[in-house]
């Protein structure tokens, strides 16, 4: 069984321009997480979706943004790009219900010039 | 707020010798602690959680509600056990759903 896929694997973008990556859970799940994992700050809860909706965000900004598509896959759009930006974005997946182990994919490494 | 500290980046242990990685959480109410490990070239993973009270790989970890630490324990090291070690807390009712992660340990098991 496939696990947690996300693409691409490194991205670079200049500051002020905007970020797509991508997030495919794990077939089956319907609910998808992003962490952030800038260098010494550890991993931060950006979003969650579940069943298309999203259900609840961290302590980031608007132009961090997002959207989980009918295949339950998830996207995440930073806009604006920031030099702070820079970090490791992590998606997970689990099925519903808060008791489920979520999975983590291998992550995105965004680098802002 | 919720807050995980995990006080010691980097820890060096003999293979053999006792291991306790260390949690302290803040939350007001009575959240779900978790632990989760990284091994070189892997992804992150859950090794265990409080509520199953289980022994994973020979890990245990116990929450004391008083002095609010939730601390991962395994009586002899092994140098598998060699990894970034995260603790978690997720709230009640969100569970899994949104966890605050504590900016890990590096555990390191010297032959």
């Known amino acids: 069984e496939a696990g947690v896929t996300q693409s691409p694997t490194h991205l670079i973008k200049t500051r002020g321009q905007q970020a797509t990556l991508r997030c495919s859970p794990i077939?089956?799940?319907?609910?998808v997480y992003w962490y952030q994992q800038a260098l010494g700050l550890g991993l931060q809860f950006l979003l969650w979706?579940?069943?298309?909706?999203?259900?609840n965000r961290g302590n980031f900004p608007p132009r961090f943004s997002g959207r989980q598509f009918p295949n339950y896959s998830s996207e995440l759009n930073v806009n604006a790009l920031e030099l702070e930006d820079s970090a490791l974005y992590l998606c997970a997946s689990s099925l519903g219900g808060s008791r489920n182990t979520i999975y983590f994919g291998e992550g995105s490494w965004l680098t802002v010039v | 707020a919720q807050r995980v500290t995990q006080p010691e980046k980097l820890l060096s242990v003999f293979k053999g010798a006792p291991v306790e990685l260390k949690c302290n959480y803040s939350y007001s109410g009575s959240p779900e602690l978790f632990w989760y490990v990284q091994y070189s070239r892997q992804r992150l993973q859950l090794l265990l959680r409080?509520?199953s009270r289980e022994s994973i790989k020979g890990f245990t970890a116990d929450l004391n509600k008083g002095e609010t630490s939730f601390h991962l324990k395994k009586p002899f090291a092994q140098e598998e056990d060699s990894a970034m070690y995260y603790c978690?807390?997720?709230?009640?009712?969100?569970?899994?759903?949104?966890?605050?992660f504590g900016k890990g340990t590096k555990l390191s098991v010297i032959p």
């Open positions: 978690a807390l997720g709230r009640p009712g969100a569970g899994s759903y949104q966890l605050t």
């Open positions: 077939s089956g799940h319907t609910s």
């Open positions: 409080h509520i």
């Open positions: 979706y579940d069943e298309g909706e999203e259900r």
